[in-house]
């Protein structure tokens, strides 16, 4: 069986970092990620979907995420219940994070400023002009690509 997801969309708020009664560290977000239709004459739509991460992960997200930065997310989707105070039984849907990548920094709305991941995390600065001969380096200038080029 796999349970796996990736996703790429933009923060509709900044993540709210909290502690559980024995200190470990979880940061609740919603990420908004564009459907790949629009519907005839209307604005294309987007999913909002609740990410989740823990301990460093999440202690690294609420220290650089912010709202409208464009980030990627990859995890295992979760269902959970809970009765509410009306006795209703609630369900929630959400996206336990393993790996989140931070792909615009907080200068630029077009390049990628690192990431982080439950087994490697980074404080998310970004890279450094030491290798000059990179092809794929940013010079803060927008990429120009058409769906043509695209593998997907």
């Known amino acids: ?5 990736i996703l790429i969309g933009r923060l509709t708020k900044d993540p709210e970092l909290r502690y559980t ?3 470990v560290a979880v940061t609740q977000f919603t990420l ?21 991460t823990w301990r460093q992960l999440a202690e690294t997200c609420a220290n650089y995420l912010r709202k409208g ?26 996206i336990i994070a393993d790996n ?11 390049r990628e400023d690192g990431g982080a991941s439950g087994n490697a995390p980074s ?12 092809p794929f380096s940013d010079d803060g200038k927008p990429i120009d690509i ?4 695209l593998p997907f």
């Open 100 to 110: 989140v990548r931070f792909l615009e920094s907080a200068n630029s709305g077009n």
């Open 21 to 23: 009664p024995v200190g």
């Open 32 to 52: 908004a990620v564009d459907r790949n239709f629009t519907p005839q004459g209307g604005e294309r739509e987007a999913d909002f979907l609740n990410i989740v």
């Open 123 to 134: 404080a998310g600065g970004s890279r450094g002009k030491a290798n000059n001969n990179d």
């Open 146 to 149: 058409s769906d043509d080029d």
């Open 69 to 94: 930065r464009l980030t990627a997310v990859e995890g295992r989707i979760q269902v959970r219940n809970y009765e509410n105070n009306e006795g209703k039984r609630v369900y929630v849907t959400e």
């Open 1 to 5: 069986m796999l349970n796996r997801v």
